[in-house]
């Protein structure tokens, strides 16, 4: 089945820091990939939709100049918490979108844990 | 953004009962989907369901997708120690434009199975 592997899977910085994590579809071409954070025992929320050669599509509320995604392959989704502050410190998850026609699926990273101190 | 109503939000059980839990809402969606995400792991798919009144089964989970394209369920039959977790709802909401492929979430089922 589809296999979606996100990098790192933990990572801790330095307030004022720039961290990146990695997305990367393993055996699909994924033309959207999405990128969620997730508070302690809380639901998933969408922070934005990343499409593949175009701008990434941010959700209301979510500052893109402080979460830069880059999309540059198909294969390949890049999130930049820049300035991290640790308020910033949550599990963020990225999932891919694969398949065609009316049925595709949407396959998930196993997540990063970000703790900024 | 908006969210599935999902329920309940917990449940106690013991090893061997049958499970049950469903999401609501008040759009319509063309695809529902249920995942289980461990602590520390990214959301598993367990059943993708694409057409209204729709019945999937896998292994001794069952979802349906239903027949108002608002609403699903999912049951676990014969639970066993290794199905705690957070089981999630997920769904795409009937919609064109660039943003449909965007997913809507449930707030999750936090599962706990006595040996």
């Known amino acids: 089945g589809a296999v979606v592997s996100q990098h790192p899977s933990r990572v801790i910085c330095k307030s004022g820091t720039s961290v990146k994590i990695e997305c990367r579809s393993l055996?699909?071409?994924?033309?959207?990939m999405f990128w969620y954070r997730q508070f302690p025992k809380q639901s998933l929320m969408l922070m934005a939709t990343?499409?593949?050669?175009?701008?990434?599509?941010?959700e209301q509320g979510v500052e893109k100049d402080k979460f830069l995604i880059n999309h540059a392959s198909l294969t390949l989704s890049t999130l930049t918490v820049t300035s991290a502050h640790p308020e910033d410190s949550s599990f963020y998850i990225c999932?891919?979108?694969?398949?065609?026609?009316?049925?595709?699926?949407?396959?998930f990273g196993s997540g990063t844990r970000l703790t900024v101190v | 953004g908006q969210q599935l109503n999902q329920s309940p939000q917990s449940m106690f059980i013991q090893e061997g009962e049958d499970v049950s839990m469903n999401c609501t809402s008040s759009?319509?969606?063309?695809?529902w989907l249920w995942y289980k995400q461990d602590p520390g792991e990214g959301p598993v798919l367990l059943i993708a369901?694409?057409?209204?009144?729709e019945l999937t089964s896998n292994g001794r989970l069952t979802a349906q997708f239903g027949i108002t394209r608002k609403d699903s369920f999912l049951n676990i039959s014969a639970s066993i120690p290794s199905d705690v977790g957070i089981y999630f709802c997920?769904?795409?909401?009937?919609?064109?434009?660039?943003?449909?492929?965007?997913?809507?979430f449930g707030k999750g089922t936090l599962l706990t199975v006595n040996p």
């Open positions: 997920a769904g795409r909401r009937a919609r064109s434009g660039g943003s449909n492929y965007k997913l809507t």
């Open positions: 999932s891919a979108r694969e398949g065609q026609g009316a049925k595709y699926g949407y396959t």
């Open positions: 055996d699909f071409q994924a033309t959207t």
């Open positions: 369901l694409y057409k209204a009144g």
């Open positions: 759009s319509i969606f063309n695809t």
């Open positions: 990343s499409n593949e050669g175009s701008k990434a599509t941010y």
